[in-house]
């Protein structure tokens, strides 16, 4: 997806063919800025083994925001292994490959722990009983699971429906990890794009991301819909 000095690739954290898009625009494109979908905590992690978990991290982001992310990086890592790639493998290889190659990367993504914060904040008590009514049906039943390709990125169409069904049935999870994020990466690529307009970028996404944060950007001004207490 293009747009002036911009090129924007939506991944699946878990999918092959990620880790294929992603080399090949930026060893075939040859950006000179690689933005990602990742804060500098993000990344530290990425690289690292995950280390003892102290009280002092769970008060720092909430309760309901640490559980979701232990039950996010399980349901991702189970996931990957089903389809052989580590979750963020795509996020990994960029980084390798720029750093390969010369290229500076921007981190465009919020702060992990703010986003956390704001979800245990959020959370509703109708949203946790979805989310448990949502697991206990999932094993008893398939009807209403999208399903679709792990090892591709998902297409335009499934995108809308998952993502619709994620903002009917949890819409503070939705507008906390998808809208409100969105706000952040889209002002923070149009910055990039500002600021370095000469300059070729390679922004790599989520998938669930690309469209409406290049709506964003075109828009001639990104005013945020929240404000982080």
């Known amino acids: ?13 878990i999918s092959r063919q990620s880790l294929e898009d992603v080399e090949n625009a930026i060893v ?3 950006p000179d800025i690689v933005a990602l979908e990742l804060d ?6 990425l690289f690292r083994k995950p280390g003892k978990i102290s009280i002092y991290d769970i008060r720092r982001v909430g309760i309901k925001g640490f559980i979701f992310s232990l039950i996010g990086a399980w349901a991702e890592k189970k996931l990957g292994n089903m389809v052989g790639v580590a979750p963020g493998s795509e996020m990994k290889k960029a980084v390798r490959l720029a750093r390969k ?12 722990e703010i986003t956390l914060k ?17 697991i206990i049906k999932s094993v008893f039943t398939r009807k209403g699971v999208i399903e679709f390709d792990l090892t591709k990125v998902p297409s335009k169409k499934v995108i809308k429906k ?14 906390v990890l998808i809208e409100e994020r969105n706000e952040v990466m889209a002002n923070n690529l149009h910055k990039i794009m500002s600021d370095y307009p ?10 669930g991301h690309e469209d ?15 404000t982080v207490s």
């Open 212 to 226: 409406d944060i290049l709506i964003l950007i075109k828009k001639p001004g990104i005013n945020y819909s929240f």
């Open 118 to 134: 704001r979800f245990s904040k959020s959370l509703t008590w109708k949203e946790k009983w979805n989310f448990l009514a949502d």
């Open 162 to 175: 998952l993502i619709e069904q994620v903002k009917k049935r949890y819409p503070n999870v939705y507008k």
């Open 40 to 45: 500098k905590r993000r990344l530290y992690g």
């Open 198 to 207: 000469d300059k070729r970028i390679l922004a790599i996404i989520g998938a």
């Open 28 to 30: 075939g494109w040859k």
């Open 1 to 13: 997806m293009n747009y002036n000095n911009l090129i924007i690739i939506g991944t699946s954290h």
């Open 101 to 112: 190659n010369g290229i500076k990367i921007a981190l465009i993504d919020q702060d992990i």
